[in-house]
């Protein structure tokens, strides 16, 4: 019962401190996650599940998508990955610099490339580790950052 209790406040820290820490890397606009659906493509017949790889590639290309719709300015975002029950990855992010984009017109994009998004409106008063910190804290997860974040982290010395 102790170790219990000791991983489960050990966890809670690190979900804070995690929190913390992406709390100072931006002024979030979006909370969005990021589904996919099983593709259906008659040239890989044996392709069933979005994999590792795909996700990071879909991930990317909404970057590239939203560069292209910001006249070229970069977003910032942080995005962390989960394996659904289905075993297909799902993304968690925080979005800033996005300017006067339109949620819902980056909801209906991803569905036409990829799956289901949500993307809401980022509410400080519940803070970053709300919304990732228990996702980086699963047994399969994964975190990116946008390029744009990450010359920034690499210029604070973070």
Not at 6 to 21: A, D, N, P
Request: net charge positive; with cysteine.
């Amino acid at each position: 019962m102790a170790t219990r209790l000791f991983y489960l406040s050990t966890r809670e820290k690190i979900c804070q401190e995690f929190g913390r820490w992406i709390d100072t890397m931006a002024a979030w606009e979006w909370y969005a996650t990021f589904s996919f659906r099983d593709p259906v493509d008659p040239r890989f017949p044996n392709w069933t599940k979005v994999g590792w790889k795909s996700a990071h590639n879909a991930l990317n290309c909404f970057n590239a998508a939203l560069i292209m719709q910001l006249d070229y300015i970069n977003p910032l975002w942080v995005a962390v990955m989960e394996l659904q029950r289905r075993g297909v990855p799902h993304w968690h992010a925080l979005v800033a610099n996005v300017g006067d984009q339109r949620r819902m017109s980056w909801v209906d994009w991803w569905y036409d490339h990829y799956g289901i998004a949500r993307i809401l409106p980022y509410q400080a008063d519940r803070g970053a580790r709300y919304y990732l910190g228990k996702y980086l804290m699963k047994a399969q997860a994964d975190i990116q950052f946008s390029p744009a974040l990450k010359a920034q982290l690499i210029r604070r010395g973070t």
